[in-house]
């Protein structure tokens, strides 16, 4: 595809980073646009909230994808450990961001989950916008089609982050996939926190919203990647994370209470 859009003597630019970045404006955009309604009292709280936001999730995407893929004999270790563009988990960000927001939330006295609900409602298109980074990057890639998938897709750049025995071989685009899944699910949650706002339902829904409904899809992608690590027997990785994404999610629903309704719950 196009794993590089720019490149300018050693300075590349690629298609991964600007997509995520991309994301990112508009996750950070709907939140500042939303931060009346989040409760903040002043506009610094933004701005530490954004901090606590980004320093969680780079540091539980970081570990997360650590934990998956160690950095052994990789060398420099550092540039492993602490680079922007050798991996991150999904699932480690969020787990990040959530305990970003607690922390700001602790600090300075917020609703925890009035302010969790807004994150929620808006990543699953920051993640739509950065798994489109990876099909331009080759990375997260499909599993090869067993038949003639008019949908197939062949990498062919030699850049590309996938397998070289992968070039020119029609594999499922999987990022795609979960992209389309990304924006419908957004798309329900935007709802979900629309009735909170109103005072229809609780805050806390949009939440659990996001964690079933990303644990559902991100289980079912599993089935058509192909660099899906081994879990136990035939469930991966992260079809396990998902399983308890899920199951968080039950518990999250289950402590929902008409008290958040006032604000009252932390």
Not at 65 to 77: E, G, K, N, Q, V
Not at 226 to 239: K, M, N
Request: proline share 6%.
């Amino acid at each position: 595809m196009c794993p590089i859009l720019f490149h300018l003597g050693s300075f590349q630019l690629s298609s991964y980073s600007v997509f995520a970045e991309l994301g990112a404006i508009l996750a950070f955009g709907f939140l500042y646009a939303k931060r009346g309604r989040m409760g903040l009292r002043v506009k610094d709280d933004y701005w530490l909230l954004v901090n606590g936001i980004l320093l969680g999730g780079f540091a539980g995407g970081r570990i997360g994808f650590l934990a998956t893929d160690p950095p052994l004999a990789s060398s420099p270790w550092k540039d492993y450990v602490f680079g922007l563009t050798s991996g991150f988990s999904v699932f480690g960000v969020f787990a990040g961001m959530a305990v970003g927001i607690l922390l700001f939330c602790r600090v300075r006295g917020y609703p925890y989950r009035r302010i969790l609900d807004f994150l929620c409602a808006v990543l699953p298109f920051w993640i739509a916008s950065a798994r489109l980074g990876c099909f331009l990057t080759g990375c997260c890639y499909g599993r090869p089609v067993q038949s003639p998938w008019p949908w197939a897709v062949t990498f062919t750049d030699p850049h590309s982050a996938l397998p070289r025995a992968l070039l020119g071989v029609p594999l499922h685009p999987v990022q795609l996939y979960e992209a389309l899944g990304d924006l419908v699910l957004g798309l329900l949650l935007l709802r979900v926190l629309g009735a909170a706002e109103r005072g229809r339902s609780p805050f806390g829904g949009a939440c659990a919203g996001f964690l079933c409904g990303y644990g559902l899809l991100r289980f079912a992608m599993e089935a058509f990647r192909g660099d899906a690590e081994r879990g136990v027997g035939s469930i991966s990785l992260g079809q396990i994370y998902a399983l308890g994404f899920i199951l968080v999610a039950g518990v999250c629903w289950v402590k929902r209470s008409p008290m958040a309704l006032t604000g009252t719950l932390r």
